[in-house]
């Protein structure tokens, strides 16, 4: 959604790096480029002035003058600004005191009210809710079928008395949902009412007819984002018609510039409190603001990461997991504990995703989008072709096995092969980590460069070449003679003496100022 926006601005800040101060005529650059990239975003023009004004009189006031890093801190402006007109603060749902709690939703035809009635449905039911699903939308054809297939994928229940397709009164079915779930004990209801395909006052009359109906504790205006201004002016609309308590923006998987997202909030003066960036119905959550503005400058979003780790991972299998790793050499973490992992990470999601949601991660965008999801299925079909003893230990599969797993797993042999070395080198990496860290940082426990890196840089010089000239040999055991008597003298002084196992020796480049 953000793609074009986040190149623009990385490109910006990147012609910041390395400046000591920065100018006036430097900061004004800055703001012309970020203001061009906002209008190029399809922001609205009013947000756009507002966002350069603040983020000019921020840089060049004493913030930034006295900065250790001024680029950084100018980035630093400009997330908070973002992090601004995005609503400042997440937005939680408000509930009722006496349930069920009643949530309307409305917004133009084809935003995907449907699909995000299920959504909202499934998020509350993982919160502990019991939601109930009103098909109020009897007007477009199939609706009600529609939200009857989705409530059961999410696993909600479904209020749908009326077949709809034009038949029933949608503000009768939304009134008796409430009396229907009193009675069976649902603690939410989410009506789900007709689109419109523009600002249609009919339509806004059953609307306000519906809201006048049930009293909704909270109005959620659903906007596709991938609309552009429109979806402003519609949402202004809609609050003057109606009003809406926050706003959901679907399809933010979509390939539009997003300036809906970055204008809505600040020109409707409702906050955005949920975002849908995907078919599947998990894909869906509460809106951030300071999270989306980090993504949108590539830094990322780790704080959805963890979220997701957590619902995917047990607290029990991550310890086991570590405690496998922590074994000599990660031994004891076999292909069927990699197999497991792999599929626990598939439960979160797109790798693609993932991998987004990385800081940095923009810059290799492309090689993301072209990541081949298949290639997961392609290595559990490899490990699940092993037998039990493989899995335990690979270093057992030889040709004749490979050859074996290849046929089925329908892979060629060098795959299964690539997969077992790459296990390997995976693991000793992991088992370095659990332990203490990565090689090459002397020092830390469990990391290269301690001991035993000590004792092969001394192997390594013990015992130097003696030379096949008897004079120049006879000159060299002079030489070590005297370095052995000189080294048994230094001793009282606190130079390494011979009872340390080493010559002390000086530099040959001091050794032309010794005489």
């Not at 990385?10 to 790096?17: I, M, P, W």
């Not at 503000?171 to 419109?196: E, L, M, N, P, Q």
């Not at 390939?255 to 975002?275: H, V």
């Not at 230990?393 to 797993?405: Q, V």
Request: glycine residues 10%; positive net charge; hydrophobic residues 40%.
């Amino acid at each position: 959604m953000f793609d074009t926006l986040s190149d623009r601005l990385s490109a910006t800040f990147k012609n910041l790096r390395g400046k000591g101060r920065l100018s006036e005529a430097d900061i004004d650059a800055t703001a012309r480029e970020i203001r061009i990239a906002l209008l190029e975003a399809d922001v609205a023009l009013p947000v756009v002035r507002t966002f350069i004004k603040n983020v000019k009189e921020r840089a060049l006031g004493a913030e930034v003058s006295k900065a250790l890093n001024p680029a950084q801190q100018v980035l630093k402006i400009v997330n908070d600004e973002l992090i601004t007109i995005l609503g400042g603060e997440t937005r939680r749902l408000r509930f009722a005191k006496q349930p069920p709690t009643v949530i309307m939703l409305a917004g133009l035809q084809g935003a995907g009210k449907t699909t995000l009635a299920g959504k909202l449905g499934r998020w509350l039911k993982e919160q502990g809710h019991s939601p109930l699903l009103v098909a109020a939308d009897l007007q477009r054809p199939n609706a009600v079928n529609q939200l009857s297939v989705v409530a059961e994928r999410a696993g909600v229940a479904v209020y749908a008395p009326e077949p709809g397709n034009g038949v029933g009164d949608p503000v009768k079915v939304a009134k008796d949902s409430i009396d229907f779930a009193k009675s069976k004990v649902h603690d939410i209801v989410i009506v789900d009412t007709a689109g419109r395909l523009g600002i249609d006052a009919e339509m806004m009359q059953q609307a306000a007819d519906i809201r006048d109906a049930v009293s909704p504790d909270e109005i959620l205006f659903v906007v596709d984002a991938m609309i552009g201004q429109d979806a402003v002016n519609t949402a202004e609309a809609f609050r003057d018609g109606v009003g809406f308590d926050g706003v959901v923006l679907s399809k933010l998987d979509g390939d539009a510039r997003g300036g809906a997202a970055l204008s809505i909030r600040q020109i409707t003066g409702k906050p955005i409190m949920f975002a849908s960036n995907g078919e599947k119905l998990d894909d869906f959550d509460a809106f951030h603001p300071d999270r989306m503005a980090s993504r949108i400058l590539d830094m990322g979003d780790l704080l959805t990461l963890i979220e997701q780790a957590e619902k995917t991972f047990s607290q029990e299998e991550a310890q086991k997991m570590a405690s496998k790793l922590a074994s000599k050499k990660g031994q004891d973490f076999t292909l069927d504990d990699f197999l497991s992992q792999m599929e626990q990470v598939r439960k979160m999601g797109s790798i693609s995703k993932l991998l987004g949601m990385l800081p940095g991660m923009g810059q290799i965008k492309d090689q993301i989008a072209n990541l081949d999801e298949r290639d997961v299925d392609r290595t559990a079909a490899i490990i699940k072709s092993m037998t039990p003893a493989e899995r335990q230990d690979p270093t057992i599969i030889n040709g004749s096995r490979r050859a074996r797993i290849a046929r089925g797993s329908g892979v060629e042999v060098s795959a299964v092969k690539g997969l077992v070395e790459r296990f390997f080198e995976a693991r000793k990496m992991m088992s370095r980590m659990a332990q203490g860290g990565m090689p090459g940082m002397p020092g830390l426990p469990g990391m290269g460069g301690g001991p035993g890196r000590q004792k092969k840089q001394q192997k390594k010089g013990k015992g130097k070449q003696r030379s096949g000239n008897p004079m120049k040999r006879k000159q060299q055991e002079l030489e070590a003679a005297q370095r052995r008597e000189a080294a048994a003298q230094g001793g009282a002084l606190g130079l390494p003496g011979q009872q340390g196992g080493q010559d002390f020796e000086l530099p040959d480049e001091f050794k032309k100022f010794m005489g």
